[in-house]
């Protein structure tokens, strides 16, 4: 058989593990393997290129994707046609889709469409419904904590209280086991409870009991009371780029308690980084799964880890949902991890 593969959405460390991975079971048993260049773009534009496992194996071990990636929606451009002309063109036999929910979003009309497609999650939010964790995630908190802990001596040092912001959209995931694997007092998330006002209790009491600076996580999808930041950009996929938040939460912080606090972005940083052992298995996991549903022909599925072992679910149910952190569950949390 033929196979494609691309890669979309924002990437995350363990996607070259996964295209490697891939070709070298493909290769074995003597198929053959097509990645299109830019996601979705690449599909419209019919822009792909062969894969080998040789010319993936530098790769490896490596941020990114070497197929890139752009916030390409064929739906919403009306350019279906032009996915299935490439497909046929390159003559593809079956479509390896790895990314979040817009990429599955996508490949899940695809199959609606009679094309063999698989899906394979991929996100550092970690936010897809009917998974564990997503390929990405544990590389990212990783990533995120590592920075933390190896500047926060120089912000006590300084009396300098910190916030911190974090990837993860309308989902605290990211935001939380930054929390929990750092010195943290404080962490907001999208899903609750801790609103600003409590976080600025929090880091006023740390400092009281302590005499210490105090670190606060905030997740770039939260919500502030009264705030209004204007219109915001969207993506392709109506996604609204709200990053920058924790500007406005340390502007509020040093209002309220006189202390100017460090604000650092960690932004791209956490898409970065050499992928964990964790990280690495679940390519090879995802790779040799979806291998095995294209295989069947078992077309319309997404492969997961879920509860622990290799599942398959259908993209229809994946696209158009998110997995959130239970606000019970994230209470509790806080109130028994925190510093």
């Known amino acids: 058989m033929n196979f494609g593969v691309l890669t979309g959405g924002g990437d995350s460390s363990g996607i070259n593990d996964f295209l490697y991975f891939l070709a070298h079971r493909l290769e074995n048993e003597g198929h053959t393997l097509t990645g299109f260049r830019s996601s979705w773009l690449g599909m419209v534009n019919n822009d792909a290129v062969a894969l080998n496992r040789d010319m993936l194996a530098p790769h490896r071990h490596t941020p990114g994707t070497m197929l890139g990636s752009e916030r390409k929606n064929p739906i919403k451009d009306q350019q279906m046609d032009l996915v299935l002309a490439s497909l046929e063109d390159r003559k593809i036999d079956a479509m390896i889709c790895m990314g979040g929910d817009d990429t599955l979003g996508v490949a899940a009309h695809l199959a609606e469409l009679g094309f063999n497609v698989v899906g394979a999650p991929q996100t550092i939010d970690n936010d897809l419904r009917f998974t564990d964790y997503t390929l990405g995630y544990e590389t990212a908190v990783r990533q995120s904590s590592s920075y933390i802990n190896s500047v926060i001596n120089s912000n006590v040092g300084h009396d300098k209280d910190m916030i911190v912001e974090v990837m993860g959209r309308d989902a605290g995931w990211l935001a939380l086991a930054t929390a929990i694997n750092t010195p943290a007092c404080a962490c907001m998330c999208p899903e609750g409870p801790m609103d600003l006002e409590e976080m600025i209790a929090k880091m006023t009491e740390f400092k009281k009991r302590t005499g210490r600076a105090g670190l606060a996580i905030v997740s770039e999808g939260i919500e502030l009371k009264g705030v209004d930041r204007g219109e915001l950009r969207k993506d392709a996929f109506g996604n609204v780029y709200t990053a920058g938040v924790s500007h406005i939460v340390g502007e509020k912080f ?13 932004g791209y940083l956490l898409r970065g980084g050499v992928p964990s052992p964790a990280d690495v298995q679940l ?21 997961t880890k879920l509860e622990g072992r290799m599942q398959a679910v259908p993209l229809k149910e994946v696209a158009g949902g998110k997995k959130y952190l239970d606000p019970a569950y994230l209470e509790m949390q806080l109130a028994r991890l925190l510093a």
């Open 283 to 303: 390519a090879a996991d995802f790779a040799n799964e979806a291998v095995d549903l294209a295989l069947a022909g078992k077309t319309g599925y997404m492969v």
């Open 254 to 266: 040093e209002q309220a308690t006189g202390r100017k606090p460090r604000v650092q972005v960690m």
